[in-house]
Nanobody, 115 residues
């Protein structure tokens, strides 16, 4: 089993920054792709940013230039640095970790950006 736990969410004013962390633990040899998703009320879950085990990244157009995803493979942890936050970034942010026997999700962390 794989446990995924997010942290770092909170309330911030527009233009501010937050750094999210996601740690994976459990029984696995290594983690392949990891990603950050978000889901706002009444909207579908969307990919925010993804990163491969080799460090290749991809971003949603809406966050390019503002968000940066990174990972520490030794700690099985992925980070999301979010700068220049906007009210439309408000959502529950969820982390996913892909291992050989499946994809595992955390419970999410709330990010609220006030105008």
């Amino acid at each position: 089993q794989v446990r995924v736990v997010e942290s770092g969410g909170g309330l911030v004013q527009a233009g501010g920054s937050l750094r999210l962390s996601c740690a994976a633990s459990g029984t696995f040899f290594s983690i392949d792709d990891m990603g950050w998703y978000r889901q706002a009320p009444g909207k579908q879950r969307e990919l925010v940013a993804g990163i491969t085990s080799g460090g290749e990244t991809n971003y949603a157009d809406s966050v390019k230039g503002r968000f940066t995803i990174s990972r520490d493979n030794a700690k099985n942890t992925v980070y999301l640095q979010m700068n220049s936050l906007k009210p439309e970034d408000t959502a529950v942010y969820l982390c996913s970790a892909n291992v050989v026997h499946g994809e595992f999700w955390g419970q999410g962390t709330q990010v609220t950006v006030s105008s």
